[in-house]
């Protein structure tokens, strides 16, 4: 029985199969991924979406209407109609894959150095209204700009930021919220960051805030930036009463003074100020009394910065400011409570801090002149801090560092055999991921290996890592350290006096740009410039002729 004209496919129709649906494939995943461009500039479906939607929509249709009345004009009704049903398929699937996996918003970025953001208030129960704490956190932020002074900028993005505020209180440097708020810190400009839980207990409600200070911002000292937490505060009658809400706000901004005046430390701080950042810190009360003063400056913080500013300012001081400094940082670490993350971060200072005041600054770790228990004590404890789940990541890191510095001390002053501590500290640097902080350590501890190689007499191998120590610093007055020590020991090698001479005068410069940053050495500075001349005429005649090999 002969087919009906109905079942049979035209010639056409077979031809046109080998290039119709690749075509529409085509023009399907071309419209969105155009959309997609465009999408990218909008943080919502505004009305420019939607008409640029429409009319790549529109010029869909017509170019599959072109397709059909070309190359199917022939072929069957039903045929037509299962092309046209299969072109709308692809373009809503890939209109749907687009929406699925369109980016993020773009975030508004605050001007200036003193930026605030108010990430928004989670709830960390099926009992809060995430709607009413974003309401909250759009009244909290209004209310802080309110008292803050002027030339800070402060903005609610509760609605927008999407970090996971849920994993408060004690999220590590390697956690998803760490990782997102510091992507957030950065596209916003925010200096620090203010968020905090919100969660139901009995009939009332409890507000846990929380301050996040920015990496980066504080020289040398990363491990010491991210989450902060505070002691809950209390709202008896939920965060859903109108007067509650007031009455919180009015608490929390009743701490403006105190988060302004640690904002002006962390902006003293980042100019190369301790000093200054240590004055206004003094001033900050840490006593936390019940009425929840502590607010999003917690106690513990202001006390673990004060410690480092304190230790940062005795860097630049000789005895007895010196030691008179070091005794005000271990003070304030140890009134910081054990077995939180704050303490965990007081723990390592503390060792630091111990490190300090057991070695003479003058003597380098020469024998007889450090404190040999007090060594071995700190060893011991950096082995444990480096192992310490509670202590984050950078944290751990900067622990091995520390301890690869003490080991090299008590090597050098003969307590101990070298048993690789700083070879394996300089490899697992290596190995680190690269970013600010770590090249910050790395420096640290191509510092501690060249002094190391030095004193074994491999030469060769401590210019290598003191200019690995130089190429990655940050820190001027150590950079013109380091300077000094690549031109005494370049000094050593005859062929390399030319680089000695360079290497002296980079030192020089170093030193004067930390001077004008308040952070300088003069002393250390003027002795370099007077040892190096003898040093160079020693080296000379030593070498019979001056640049010889560069």
């Known amino acids: 029985m002969p087919?009906?004209?109905?079942?049979?496919?035209?010639?056409?129709?077979?031809?046109?199969?080998?290039?119709?649906?690749?075509?529409l494939a085509v023009f399907a995943v071309a419209v969105p991924a155009?959309?997609?461009?465009?999408?990218?500039?909008?943080?919502?479906?505004?009305?420019?979406?939607?008409?640029?939607?429409?009319?790549?929509?529109a010029g869909y249709a017509v170019a599959v209407n072109k397709i059909v009345q070309e190359k199917l004009a022939e072929s069957r009704r039903r045929t037509r109609m299962l092309v046209?049903?299969?072109?709308?398929?692809?373009?809503?699937?890939?209109?749907?894959?687009?929406?699925?996996?369109?980016?993020?918003?773009?975030?508004?970025?605050?001007?200036?150095?003193?930026?605030?953001?108010?990430?928004?208030?989670?709830a960390a129960d099926d009992r809060q209204d995430q709607q009413v704490l974003d309401g909250f956190a759009a009244e909290f932020a209004h209310a802080l700009k309110g008292q803050l002074p002027s030339a800070t900028d402060v903005r609610s993005y509760a609605a927008e930021a999407g970090l996971p505020l849920t994993k408060l209180p004690n999220p590590d440097r390697s956690s998803d919220l760490e990782k997102k708020t510091a992507d957030f810190a950065k596209k916003t400009n925010a200096l620090i960051v203010l968020a905090g839980r919100a969660r139901t207990e009995g009939q009332q409600d409890t507000l846990q805030p929380a301050v996040y200070i920015r990496p980066n911002q504080i020289a040398n000292l990363d491990e010491l930036t991210g989450w902060y937490v505070g002691k809950p505060i209390v709202v008896p009658f939920g965060l859903k009463h109108p007067?509650?809400?007031?009455?919180?706000?009015?608490?929390?901004?009743?701490?403006?003074?105190?988060?302004?005046?640690?904002?002006?430390?962390?902006?003293a701080w980042r100019t190369d100020d301790p000093a200054e950042a240590r004055r206004i810190l003094d001033g900050l009360p840490v006593s936390d009394p019940q009425d929840g003063r502590n607010g999003f400056v917690p106690p513990d913080l202001v006390l673990l910065f004060r410690g480092t500013a304190a230790e940062q300012e005795a860097a630049t001081k000789t005895e007895p400011a010196r030691t008179e400094l070091l005794k005000t940082a271990r003070d304030n670490y140890l009134r910081i409570p054990e077995h939180t993350p704050t303490g965990r971060r007081a723990a390592l200072s503390l060792q630091a801090n111990a490190y300090l005041r057991a070695i003479n600054p003058e003597k380098l770790c020469q024998p007889g002149t450090v404190q040999a228990a007090e060594l071995a004590q700190i060893s011991k404890s950096l082995k444990k801090l480096a192992n310490d789940q509670g202590l984050n990541k950078l944290g751990q890191l900067k622990a091995e560092v520390n301890l690869a510095q003490v080991e090299d001390c008590r090597i050098a002053a003969h307590l101990v055999a070298d048993d690789g501590t700083v070879d394996r500290v300089v490899a697992k640097l290596h190995a680190a991921p690269d970013d600010t902080a770590t090249a910050a350590l790395r420096a640290i501890t191509e510092s501690i290996a060249a002094n190391h190689a030095h004193r074994a007499g491999e030469t060769d191998q401590a210019i290598g890592h003191i200019r690995a120590a130089i190429a990655d610093g940050q820190d001027p007055l150590q950079k013109a350290f380091w300077h000094a020590l690549l031109a005494r020991w370049s000094?050593?090698?005859?062929?390399?006096?030319?680089?000695?001479?360079?290497?002296?005068?980079?030192?020089?410069?170093q030193f004067l740009l930390a001077e004008e940053r308040g952070r300088g050495n003069p002393e250390a500075r003027k002795q370099d410039a007077t040892k190096f001349p003898e040093q160079l005429k020693a080296a000379e005649k030593r070498c019979a002729v001056r640049g010889n090999g560069e």
């Open 243 to 267: 007067g509650e809400r007031d009455r919180l706000s009015t608490k929390l901004t009743q701490q403006v003074g105190d988060l302004a005046r640690f904002l002006d430390a962390m902006e």
């Open 84 to 122: 046209w049903l299969a072109a709308a398929a692809l373009f809503l699937g890939s209109l749907a894959v687009l929406i699925w996996f369109r980016p993020p918003p773009l975030l508004a970025k605050m001007v200036g150095g003193r930026a605030v953001a108010v990430a928004g208030f989670a």
């Open 491 to 509: 000094l050593e090698r005859c062929q390399l006096l030319k680089t000695g001479e360079k290497a002296h005068e980079d030192a020089r410069d």
């Open 34 to 57: 155009a959309l997609l461009v465009v999408d990218r500039r909008s943080t919502n479906l505004s009305w420019p979406f939607i008409l640029i939607t429409l009319a790549s929509l």
């Open 3 to 23: 087919h009906s004209p109905q079942d049979t496919p035209t010639p056409g129709e077979v031809g046109s199969a080998h290039y119709l649906w690749p075509l």
